[in-house]
């Protein structure tokens, strides 16, 4: 995955996080980001990349806010310490 879908899919799932009610707009363009983030996760990362899809997944199946909100803030945790282990490898 390149810098820029990094960045994207971050500043998506932030927007989802910050305001639920812009899932609609994101609904198509997230699925196909987290696919790429979970087939190009480096050795070591495949599991943490597959945990944010797992709670985004969820976010989009549950109708109580309350959950929905903590499974949306579970997974962009996730990725900003996946990003931030991604950058040590990197290096």
Do not use: C
Not at 45 to 53: E, H, N, R, T, V
Not at 58 to 81: C, M, N, P, R, W
């Amino acid at each position: 995955m390149n810098d820029e879908n990094r960045v994207k899919l971050l500043n998506m799932m932030d927007s989802v996080y910050q305001t639920p009610s812009t899932l609609e707009q994101y609904i198509d363009d997230i699925p196909p980001l987290l696919a790429e983030l979970v087939s190009t996760a480096p050795e070591g990362l495949q599991g943490m990349a597959k945990m944010i899809g797992v709670h985004f997944s969820h976010a989009i199946k549950l109708k109580d806010a309350k959950v929905q909100h903590f499974e949306l803030e579970s997974g962009l945790i996730k990725y900003q310490t996946y990003l931030r282990k991604l950058s040590l490898i990197n290096r």
